[in-house]
Every structure is written in C-alpha cells, then in structure tokens.
C-alpha cells in the first residue's frame, strides 16, 4: 500500500517551511524569513501505516499477567498495558527477526526498562560483560544451540 505525504517548500529557494508557532504561518528553514509557501509534489512511500497480527500483544499481556511488574535486571518498577511504552519493556532474547520460532517463546522474552532494552540491543559486547545480564546471556547461548541444531538438522 502506498500513500501521499507532502512537505511545504519556501517560494524564496526551495528550502523546506517549519511552522511558526510563536507568530503562525511557516518560515524557511535556509534563510530564517516567514516567505511564501511552494506546493509541494507528493512524496509517495511503501510503509504501510497498518501493524501485522503477530501474536506479541497477546504475549506481552500474558506475561505481564505471570511475572511481578519489575525489570528482571535492575527490579525496577515497570509501567502498565496503557502507557506507551509497555510494549518496549518486553525484550527478546533471540533475536525475532533471526529466529522466528523463538518470537512467541515466554521463555526468550525478559522484561526490562526501556534503558535496558536499548542497552541489551544497542550495546550487546557491553552488555555480555555486565554481571547484572550474565543469567540472560546463558539462557541466549543456551537458546541459540538448540536453534542452531534444530536448523543444522539435529535433534
């Protein structure tokens, strides 16, 4: 599916408009000066705006209705199914793209703090070596073996 999206131009030069929100109107993001307004030509994009049926809710909220409501790294507080974030405290720990099998897994998923989140995904060298992690990165090796024989044609 593909949709329109349009991004106002400056008359002056071509530059993009920003919106004024002190005084209204736009004004050109290059020269700083409240100029008129181009039309732009759409900008046509492939992304859809609608979200695949996964299966991840039902088991974030599974989860969520099992385990304490903290981070099983730090025992932080987590936040609820009605923040927007709730969903960012479910980590997996195979990745779900790499090994789909593992997506719906309770097992490989360890509620977290989004910072946590961010850490484990962003910095994993880092986070193999922080004491705090060291039971999570058993359960990945352990996760990833049995993958990996599965996939290599063993048991």
Not at 86 to 105: A, V
Request: positive net charge; contains cysteine.
């Amino acid at each position: 599916m593909t949709f329109a999206t349009t991004k106002p131009k400056s008359s002056c030069c071509g530059a993009p408009m920003k919106e004024n929100v002190r005084d209204g109107g736009y004004f050109c993001t290059k020269c700083v000066k409240q100029c008129g307004m181009e039309k732009a030509k759409p900008v046509y994009s492939t992304i859809s705006s609608v979200r695949k049926v996964t299966g991840e809710g039902e088991l974030f909220l599974r989860i969520w209705g099992k385990r304490p409501h903290r981070s099983e790294i730090s025992n932080a507080k987590l936040v609820g199914p009605e923040h927007e974030l709730f969903t960012h405290q479910f980590s997996h720990i195979l990745c779900k793209n790499n090994y789909p099998d593992y997506r719906l897994r309770e097992d490989n998923v360890v509620l977290v703090t989004k910072a946590e989140h961010d850490y484990w995904t962003q910095h994993p060298k880092a986070c193999r070596n922080d004491p705090k992690w060291r039971w999570v990165w058993k359960i990945y090796d352990a996760h990833k073996l049995e993958a990996e024989t599965k996939r290599h044609g063993g048991k």
